[in-house]
Nanobody, 122 residues
């Protein structure tokens, strides 16, 4: 069964950095577009970043210039490097995958991880 497992979340002070990782298993995800979403308490889940199967990246305006998404198809992983973190980045971060880039970008994607908590203190 295909599975996405996130790791790397935690507590960090404002201005700090975290690196999230998503390990895919159960199938080869090299042909899938991969992305990250987040959901803050009391808010809807929102798109953060995506990377296509051919390496093109796309970011939400709120994280552009601070977050970097990357993928390693040989290891079946996708990463999210988060720099200059702000308290408003506090959320549960979810990894997602879909064969359609439009579906990945607009939701809901075919595959989802269970989420990892990121908390940024002021």
């Amino acid at each position: 069964q295909a599975q996405l497992v996130e790791s790397g979340g935690g507590l960090v002070q404002a201005g700090g950095s975290l690196r999230l990782s998503c390990a895919a298993s159960g199938r080869t995800f090299s042909s899938y577009h991969m992305g990250w979403y987040r959901q803050a308490p009391g808010k809807q889940r929102e798109f953060v970043a995506a990377i296509s199967s051919y390496g093109i990246t796309n970011y939400a305006d709120a994280v552009k210039g601070r977050f970097t998404i990357s993928r390693d198809n040989a290891k079946n992983t996708v990463n999210l490097q988060m720099n200059s973190l702000k308290p408003e980045d506090t959320a549960v971060y979810y990894c997602a995958a879909d064969l359609s880039l439009r579906t990945l970008r607009n939701g809901p994607a075919q595959y989802w991880g269970q989420g990892t908590q990121v908390t940024v203190s002021s």
